[in-house]
């Protein structure tokens, strides 16, 4: 007599059985440019799995490893339609056939030198930028072989952390904020799963500015390692844009003056204070420097600031895509520096293309989002006018609210509708924090006024520690059975809590 085979079986077995004669198929009449995804695709999901079981087993919140799992495979298969758009829709006119080439020649290189005696490898250009993503490519080349999908899969899984930093850093310096809303914003965003899904700088700048981020909360929270990640975070993000690095520290400054004393400070308190001031101040001054070096301007002043923004209108004004059509003649648009105009760069920046300046399919998908994001800002608006008060409060508030202005006020001077939209991720990750600021004023620690927090939202400096769900209203037969005499309880220091619990020994 046969025995029945559980259906889940089944469809584990048809999958793994599909699976690998895809496989073998794919071996056979392709190049390891399209093959070499299968290996690299499974291998990346072993590797992340037990890293969000991980990071799921310190959380509360229940089915958390379910959403991490389901957010990660959805950014990997991301890679795939990313790399039709560059090599299908485009045919291949895109820069990340430029670093799969010549990070392959890096590569091959890297195999066959003697690492131990020196690396002597001509780029044909200067490391910081264009040639730092190459070195990268390389270096992922000669772990996974020179496979063109396999460069997306990896680059692509690579943004995914990024993005898994910028949600753990509002847990820890913004615990009274929708975090589960922000989960659902920041991880199934149409932009920030598509666009950094290839490779080239959108990945890597979106994997440094999340572990900036990281760092900047921990640093607002008093925890172990946040210099260590802000250093890492801002070197890779000046390797490539230091731009962007500037306006991270601006809003890390900031960030870090309003940030809310301990109400007991101990005596070498004011000392760590300056020092932390003297470190934050000479990075601000070496990311300066390294603007001014990247564009080649002289000085750091608002005449090279305008320069450079100039010339970055100048640069991206051609192509269908123009939001703002220049004359033939204007070789250097001017661009001002006036204040005034920030509501207009930020509608600009967050909200274009709008649906009828789209002139591609693209774009008109693009605005979609865009109109969809608007809407969410106009209901917000009641939550987005307590801002202010947060600042103090929740200082992560004003880092998220100082870089969005900034990154607006720079990047407003991008004058295509398709560069825009791929520029915009390295900025909507701290943008929809302004999405789940509490409804109602909460302190340190504490739950908001009209509502309980869910379990899953501990306080700061309580990570892993799980709460003890709110006591159900007693029943009636539990009110009726009140009257009898109560049995003798230990007290709560001799209770011991159950592993299953999630409690902990500790005081």
């Not at 080239?200 to 607002?220: E, H």
């Not at 909460?442 to 927090?453: L, N």
């Amino acid at each position: 007599m046969l025995r029945r085979v559980p259906w889940p079986s089944a469809v584990a077995a048809a999958l793994v059985t599909g699976y690998v004669t895809l496989f073998v198929l794919a071996s056979v009449h392709t190049s390891y440019d399209t093959w070499g995804a299968l290996l690299i695709l499974p291998a990346l999901m072993a590797i992340g799995t037990p890293i969000l079981a991980r990071v799921a087993a310190a959380n509360p919140e229940r089915d958390v490893f379910r959403l991490l799992l389901l957010a990660m495979t959805a950014k990997l298969l991301c890679a795939f339609p990313r790399y039709l758009m560059a090599f299908v829709l485009y045919g291949g006119a895109a820069d990340a056939k430029m670093y799969h080439q010549k990070g392959g020649d890096l590569a091959a290189y890297l195999g066959q030198a003697d690492l131990l005696g020196g690396i002597h490898y001509d780029l044909g250009m200067k490391v910081a930028g264009t040639g730092f993503i190459i070195i990268v490519t390389g270096v992922v080349y000669a772990v996974t072989g020179p496979s063109l999908i396999g460069g997306f899969l990896v680059f692509s899984w690579l943004g995914f952390w990024g993005l898994l930093l910028f949600w753990r850093a509002l847990q820890i310096a913004f615990p009274e904020a929708d975090t589960r809303k922000y989960a659902k914003l920041v991880f199934f965003l149409p932009s920030l799963l598509f666009w950094p899904s290839s490779i080239g700088k959108d990945a890597w700048m979106m994997f440094c500015l999340g572990l900036t981020t990281y760092g900047t909360a921990r640093l607002l929270d008093r925890r172990f390692g946040a210099f260590a990640c802000i250093a890492a975070g801002s070197l890779g993000t000046a390797m490539v844009r230091p731009h962007v690095t500037a306006l991270a520290g601006a809003g890390l400054m900031v960030a870090y003056v309003l940030r809310r004393r301990p109400q007991q400070v101990s005596a070498l308190g004011p000392l760590r204070t300056i020092l932390t001031a003297v470190v934050l101040g000479a990075m601000a001054v070496l990311m300066l420097q390294q603007v001014s070096t990247f564009f080649g301007t002289d000085g750091t002043g608002g005449d090279a600031v305008n320069q450079v923004l100039s010339e970055t209108s100048r640069r991206t004004s051609q192509g269908n895509s123009m939001i703002n059509p220049t004359a033939p003649d204007d070789a250097s648009p001017e661009f001002s520096l006036n204040p005034a105009g920030l509501p207009v760069a930020v509608i600009s920046v967050l909200f274009r293309p709008f649906p009828f300046e789209a002139s591609n399919i693209q774009n008109l998908i693009q605005s979609v989002e865009c109109f969809a994001l608007l809407v969410m800002f106009v209901r917000a608006w009641p939550r987005l006018s307590r801002l202010p008060r947060l600042f103090v409060q929740r200082s992560y508030a004003a880092f998220a609210v100082v870089y969005t202005l900034l990154f607006c006020w720079a990047f407003s001077t991008i004058n295509n509708m398709g560069i825009l939209s791929r520029e915009r991720v390295q900025v909507l990750p701290l943008a929809l924090v302004l999405l789940v600021v509490p409804a109602a004023a909460a302190s340190r620690g504490t739950a908001a006024t009209r509502r309980p927090p869910p379990v899953w939202r501990v306080a700061p400096g309580q990570w892993g520690a799980r709460r003890t769900p709110p006591a159900a209203s007693p029943s009636p037969a539990a009110s009726t059975s009140a009257a009898s005499p109560p049995t003798a309880v230990p007290p709560p220091s001799t209770v011991s809590p159950s592993p299953s619990q999630g409690g902990s020994t500790a005081p």
